[in-house]
């Protein structure tokens, strides 16, 4: 839903648009400390919109070697944190709600893309599908944001 | 609330309830790798209740230091776990909700406190405060519980 | 989504599937007294969908004329409710969360549209956006559904 | 929870911060159209707290005669915003979550009660237990508030 990055920042192209997310995540990226350790991998960002993966390892799993949900949480609110970013206004989560609806499991490959279903004033909503790789639904997560002071990153295409 | 637990299994002395819930527990850490992994510390359980406190390390905070939220997250729902397993059922998470109300930051130490709000048949509502050691609160979580087949642990309480 | 319709009853085929669901919400609406109050249009309904609509009175504004959040949670839980049931099996509300986005206003026509997003084994993810006629969103609206015993109509598809 | 109000009003004693939560409800109530019209009865507002009941009428029930989601919703939210506006400041809901956890009735009377457990700043976090005159709890709600500009009432204690 990039009209909302066109109606926040309407002198940028969609080409700058795009390349403001990107600026954006790297900036991000660099001090994410918790994507690192979890070793999720960025795969796409778009204004407006995320897409992350990650392995399920040995110290995300219980006895029964199912994905916790802590875990899956965490890759679900981090693909919202790069979408609600994604048009370089510094943005946090207010609130968020999530759906568990089947297991994953150790060694599995779990894709988060988060979407953005509404942006106005400084409040938004994202809602993010968590997959496995083979295309099953593992959990629905819904994400309130709010655009605090600030931009992600001193980018280019701003100045 | 410990008269859920009096409801739920009629049989046994108050004093029993505490031992199956402290049974119920030690059986779950010992399968716990992300509580293990996170160092979290399991203070206090009883009959739909529990209390965990960690200490936010350098690999749970973004790059000005602040907890992320998936790290705040995790450790609501493994009290609620804790919680909601103390009736030695076999029960996990179908949803939460979770306010993030103010930051919380490196160095610092959390405290999550899990309450039973309702029990009814196979699903319950636990709700989770987190907090500082200080007293802030750093947000609110509640979680919507499904009992599942099975035991937590073969207790010598219900033998 | 009607291939979770599909999955569900697959011994249908996409004409009996839109019967089904055409005949379980006209057994509904005769004995649904709060839509008729409140004197909403069932505009469409398919397997997995539903879209309603109503006008704003004055029975339903506060001071300001200004919408009360529960006449729109009302008219998005009834888009909810048309939906989840469309697959002709008994199915109730277990949790809703409904994030309100902008105002509306008294006479303004008000339309919501419920999609599934997710269906597995008696448990359902509901999304509805309640918008005005004119294309502003106003409030979103996640649902979650548990199937029951029984059928809502005993229509001569299944018979 | 009275001691957010005496932050948030400091120089107000107990007894004035009553006063203005009575006051701030009497002016919300006058103009409460969806309150008047479905005969709910406000037994009590405190600072952070109110109370409210009604009796489940035949325009509230479906063909079973069980109590409509959007109804009890309807009256969880309106304790809600009782509770949020007993500081006269003008607050308004941006989000609400509700569990439904037993069916109620055509002729209980229902009974709705608001608990503030968070006010920080320009948000709140609210609580509400919606219950039969009997005791059984019907449903649980939690909500999102946020204060906007403007006072409910030109209350006297505050001049």
Request: proline fraction near 3%; include cysteine; aromatic fraction near 6%.
């Amino acid at each position: 839903m990039s009209e909302h990055a066109h109606a926040h920042v309407p002198e940028l192209t969609p080409a700058e648009a795009e390349q403001l997310a990107q600026d954006a995540a790297n900036a991000m990226w660099s001090r994410d400390h918790v994507a690192q350790s979890m070793a999720m991998a960025l795969d796409e960002v778009r204004p407006g919109f995320a897409r992350l993966s990650m392995v399920i390892r040995q110290d995300m799993v219980n006895g029964h070697a199912i994905c916790h949900g802590g875990m899956l949480f965490t890759l679900a609110d981090t693909a919202f944190a790069y979408a609600c970013n994604s048009h370089n206004h510094n943005t946090v989560a207010s609130a968020c709600h999530i759906d568990f609806l089947a297991p994953s499991h150790l060694g599995e490959t779990l894709v988060a893309e988060a979407h953005e279903r509404a942006l106005s004033g400084r409040a938004g909503v994202y809602d993010v599908t968590v997959s496995t790789a083979k295309g099953k639904t593992v959990a629905l997560f819904r994400g309130k944001s709010a655009r605090i002071k600030g931009e992600v990153t001193a980018s280019l295409v701003q100045a």
